[in-house]
C-alpha cells in the first residue's frame, strides 16, 4: 500500500510504504480525519496508524473469520472509543475496539456476531454516528440494521431480503426530519 501526500504544488509525493498483508487485500477504509487506515483481505485484517505508518496491534486469530470483504470505522457520538466493525466472506461480523495501552492505541476483539439472514459474504457496511446504527448487506440479497450498543456490542434492528438483486453496497441518506433512509445498490441491474 501506499500513502501519497500533496505538497503545496498541487503534485504528489510518496509518503510511505505499509508492509503487512500475505494475500490479496480486498478492502481499505480511512477514518474520517485521515489518521487510521483498516485494510483487509484473504489473510484477515489490519489496522494502520498513517502518522507512523506502522501496524496498529490487533488480535491474531483471524483464520477462523474468513476473508475481510467489508469494512466500516466506528465512533459513536456519546462514546468517543474508536471501533472498526469489519464483515467476512463467512457471514460474520467482528468488532475490535481501541484501548490505550501503555500510551499507544491497540485493537482488542470485543464482538462477533453470527452469520446473518443466510449465510453469505458480506458485502457492504455503513455507520450512522447520529443513531448509532450499522446497516449490513449481503451476497444472499439481504438488508439488516444493528444498533452498535455502548459495549460496541451489535444488537439486532431488522432484515429485508431481496429476491431479485444482490446488495453490493449500503448507505445512510441525509436526515429528513428526524428519519434517515438506508440506501441499497445492487451489485447488478442498476436499480438503488
Not at 58 to 65: D, F, I, N, Q, V
Not at 173 to 183: A, M, T, W
Request: net charge positive; hydrophobic share 40%.
Amino acid at each position: 500500500m501506499l500513502s501519497l501526500r500533496s505538497n503545496s504544488k498541487q503534485s504528489y509525493r510518496l509518503h510511505g510504504k505499509l508492509h503487512g498483508h500475505s494475500g490479496a487485500i480486498v478492502r481499505l477504509q480511512a477514518t474520517g480525519d485521515g489518521n487510521f487506515l483498516a485494510s483487509g483481505g484473504t489473510d484477515g485484517t489490519k489496522a494502520w496508524d498513517l502518522h507512523s505508518m506502522r501496524e496498529i496491534p490487533g488480535p491474531t486469530w483471524l483464520e477462523t473469520h474468513g476473508a475481510t470483504t467489508a469494512i466500516v470505522w466506528v465512533k459513536r457520538e456519546d462514546n468517543m472509543t474508536l471501533a472498526l466493525v469489519y464483515g467476512t466472506q463467512n457471514s460474520q461480523l467482528v468488532c475490535w475496539q481501541g484501548f490505550k495501552r501503555g500510551g499507544k492505541l491497540v485493537f482488542e476483539e470485543v464482538s462477533i456476531t453470527a452469520p446473518l439472514i443466510k449465510s453469505a459474504e458480506i458485502t457492504g457496511l455503513a455507520f450512522d454516528a447520529s443513531s448509532n446504527r450499522l446497516a449490513v448487506c449481503h451476497r444472499g440479497g439481504g438488508i439488516q440494521l444493528w444498533t452498535v450498543e455502548d459495549s460496541m456490542t451489535l444488537k439486532f434492528v431488522w432484515s429485508q431480503e431481496f429476491k431479485n438483486y444482490v446488495p453490493r453496497a449500503v448507505a445512510f441518506s441525509q436526515l429528513e426530519g428526524d428519519e434517515r433512509s438506508v440506501l441499497v445498490f445492487p451489485l447488478y441491474g442498476g436499480y438503488m
